[in-house]
């Protein structure tokens, strides 16, 4: 790859130098690991092991003999020597390289060589990075053009001898201008703008700098049409002209200006009249309060998001980031507001007073934040539900009031922020202007369809033309499957990235979508069943949902479903799952009553990934005191124990995972079950 021939058939005559060097370097390995392992570091065992690395620069164990010896040497060694030993280094690894100019153990030795700070060899380093990457045969000029070892040593070098970053800039477009399928300088290129635009240095403000790259970039593609790397770089461009500098922003659960109803256990089965979208059932007495940035985001904690309201209880939440607790970063977070008052009581969320909550990007909430909702409690009367959940019939269309109430929540949704979006709308739109003027190629339709959904984004909810973009954007990614059938996944995913944004653009496009199903007090469901999705995307907008029909799509995971904390009910059939370890996202929906995973694909070889448990793992209450849990079962376990209120599970369909074996262990690890595959458990 990138150059290098695989499998040629050597000639004779190298047949045989092959097999004396092979000969030659067992007997070199022999030696040297004698004196490794015998701590031996004189001149002679030293030269040894620099044979041994010309002819072999992968041997890692002798990169760190060469580190042991170096160190000896140095301890012992008069101090005007030290550079000549240090430099005899640099040799070594030079040689080497010139066998490999991808050795991860050369690189990383080199790094090490002038980590030391006693090298005065740095000004010749850039020297001979620039002889690398300039060399002309065809083969090595390949290893150049994608060598990310030898583009972040020279990131190491030119931080040691305090290069400006306007100087590695130019360098990446001299290398760029003498070839345009230099992808390494085309990715410097992004790390070094980025760096630019952060501090603000002169001359490289984002509306400045972004409409001279995109002329830039298109001399290169243009010029070399099937050329990938000014793709990828104008792809990277786009992604910048929507992202770059803006404020986060955030949607919300409850939304601004809401009623929530707070009911018991009963609740769906009761028949009292309110808006099914802002009724939540709850055992406990809380629910869960929702943060989505639309980028991962650290320091939401109650300093940073304050509420405000009789709920003395609530004065200390604790905010815990989805799906990962431990790393503290997440475009989810939730806490659990606890309710314990009769009366109606108003809450006021506010964030974004200090600057502490940050994404990874280096943006903040510059503006405050604030939304205020209503929470009522609302006394049920009997049991919890008992019946099975049915997806195939007992819904209805929604009346006009639920689309009312749709109306307003949708509206309301969206913390709104001032993004200052008026020249990236048109950079973008120039852009697309330029893209429509040329012959139609498979670049040409991903980058159109990148562009027309990034103007989408630049689009507010409350202009007239929003959502007008969709249609050909979707015949698009239909055109690239036709066309391109080595990436057919990638366009299936983008296809669906592209739907769901249109899904939930407007009332009028999601309400399509909505139904009351009547046998649970006419819960709204969310029905996005049989769209051909293959991806999960634009939950922000979905976060009120509590009843969600996903069922004969081609979803191989429930990936992003973590986000939709109020889901109760769940219906994944007929999709393409292949294994529990795909449906791990909804370990973290502790609200969820019934799930469906029938008629997908888990079993087999794709059961488990035994090669993922370091320890054994046991049944919960189990009166075997430490039975462990069958390794075949261990994603399903990894799954199933934190869904601790699921009453009915189906999972028919996947025949190597059915049977009596597998009820008795599903029973086990979730003992509120009920019904299973439509049977139900004796008590």
Request: net charge negative.
């Amino acid at each position: 790859m990138h150059g290098r021939k695989r499998n040629a058939a050597l000639k004779p005559e190298e047949e045989a130098a092959s097999a004396s060097e092979a000969l030659e370097l067992r007997s070199l390995q022999s030696q040297f690991m004698s004196n490794h392992h015998q701590k031996i570091y004189t001149k002679e065992a030293i030269q040894l092991s620099a044979k041994l690395l010309e002819i072999n620069p992968e041997a890692y164990t002798a990169w760190n003999y060469r580190k042991l010896a170096v160190e000896y040497n140095l301890d012992s060694a008069d101090p005007s020597l030290v550079n000549s030993i240090l430099h005899k280094e640099l040799e070594v690894v030079e040689n080497a390289l010139k066998r490999n100019l991808k050795s991860y153990g050369a690189w990383y030795h080199r790094k090490w060589v002038l980590s030391k700070g006693h090298c005065s060899s740095l000004d010749k380093e850039l020297q001979l990075l620039n002889k690398y990457q300039k060399l002309d045969d065809d083969i090595k000029k390949n290893l150049v053009l994608r060598n990310f070892h030898l583009w972040n040593y020279r990131r190491f070098v030119v931080e040691l001898t305090k290069t400006s970053e306007q100087d590695e800039l130019q360098h990446t477009t001299d290398m760029i201008n003498d070839n345009f399928s230099n992808y390494s300088a085309w990715h410097n290129r992004s790390v070094l703008l980025s760096s630019l635009i952060a501090k603000k240095a002169d001359g490289f403000t984002p509306k400045e700098t972004i409409r001279r790259e995109f002329d830039y970039v298109h001399n290169a593609i243009f010029t070399e049409e099937d050329d990938q790397s000014g793709w990828f770089y104008y792809l990277w461009l786009i992604d910048q002209t929507v992202k770059m500098e803006t404020s986060l922003r955030a949607s919300s659960w409850p939304s601004d200006g809401s009623t929530i109803i707070l009911s018991g256990p009963g609740c769906f089965n009761g028949s009292y009249s309110s808006s099914k979208f802002t009724t939540y059932c709850s055992e406990s007495g809380s629910f869960p309060l929702i943060l989505y940035f639309d980028q991962a985001v650290s320091g939401v904690s109650s300093s940073t998001v304050t509420i405000d309201s009789e709920l003395k209880s609530n004065e200390d939440l604790v905010w815990e980031p989805v799906p990962e607790k431990n790393s503290q970063v997440s475009c989810v977070w939730v806490a659990r507001l606890k309710f314990d008052s009769t009366e109606p009581v108003k809450v006021k969320v506010s964030l974004g007073k200090s600057r502490e909550i940050v994404s990874s990007t280096g943006c903040n909430l510059s503006t405050p934040y604030e939304f205020v909702f209503t929470v009522h409690i609302y006394d049920t009367v009997g049991e919890s539900q008992e019946g099975t959940v049915s997806w195939t019939d007992g819904f209805d269309y929604l009346d006009a009031q639920s689309s009312k109430d749709l109306n307003s929540l949708m509206a309301l949704n969206q913390l709104k922020a001032d993004t200052g979006f008026e020249w990236r709308k048109q950079a973008i739109k120039i852009e697309i202007e330029q893209f429509r003027k040329l012959p139609d190629s498979k670049f040409g339709k991903l980058i159109l369809a990148k562009l027309l959904m990034a103007e989408e984004t630049t689009i507010s909810d409350d202009d007239a033309v929003k959502g007008v973009h969709y249609k050909e954007i979707l015949q698009l990614y239909n055109d690239l499957m036709a066309l391109d059938s080595w990436h057919d996944q990638y366009y299936k995913d983008e296809y669906s990235v592209a739907l769901l944004h249109k899904v939930t653009s407007s009332t009028e496009f999601l309400s399509r979508h909505l139904f009351r199903y009547r046998n649970m007090n006419n819960i709204v469901c969310l029905r996005l069943n049989n769209l051909t999705l293959s991806r999960i995307a634009s939950v922000e907008k979905l976060l009120f949902v509590q009843m969600l029909d996903l069922s004969h799509n081609k979803l191989h995971s429930a990936e992003g479903l973590e986000a939709l904390q109020l889901l109760c009910c769940l219906n994944l059939s007929n999709n393409r799952i292949k294994s529990f370890s795909a449906l791990h996202s909804l370990r973290h929906l502790k609200q969820l009553r019934v799930l469906d995973v029938s008629h997908n694909h888990i079993g087999g070889k794709n059961l488990v990934d035994t090669t993922r448990y370091l320890c054994s793992l046991s049944f919960p209450n189990s009166g075997e005191i430490g039975r462990e849990v069958p390794s075949k079962y261990r994603d399903a376990y990894l799954v199933l124990r934190d869904l601790m209120k699921l009453k009915q599970l189906d999972i028919r369909g996947n025949d190597l995972i059915s049977g009596e074996e597998f009820s008795s262990f599903v029973s086990q690890v979730v003992p509120t079950l009920v019904w299973l595959d439509g049977h139900k458990l004796a008590s």
